[in-house]
């Protein structure tokens, strides 16, 4: 697969991730279920590496995977111990899990292409 395709997914991907946490979190909010502050608080690290993501920055591909470990928790805790939202915490998880898997196969080939990588040592 191209590094261009790869990024089209991973950055539309990304986006409808976070639109759907943002509208999912807001609402758990406005209705009263958690303060709405602290549903504010769950969308901040969700929107950290959003300018390197639609950029196309291999390296932000790399470390934005950890931020979306914490996400891929809340869907699967939610997927676990709800019946009411489980279409939505399916969605969520598989939308995370191919993020997880799309992400630092972008950051491998790109960073490739650009000739970037950890240097070695000559013996």
Known sequence: MQSSTLFKLCRTGYVILVIL???WFINQGISGEYSLIFNLLWIIPLLLPLKGILMG???TYAWASFILCLYMLHSL???YVTEQHF???LTETLLIAALLIG???????????LGLGLKKNKK
Not at 104 to 109: D, E, L, T
């Open 21 to 23: 946490l943002t509208g």
């Open 57 to 59: 920055l291999p390296y």
């Open 77 to 79: 805790t939610l997927l």
């Open 87 to 89: 279409s939505f915490a």
């Open 103 to 113: 992400f630092p196969y972008y950051a491998r080939i790109r960073g490739r292409e």
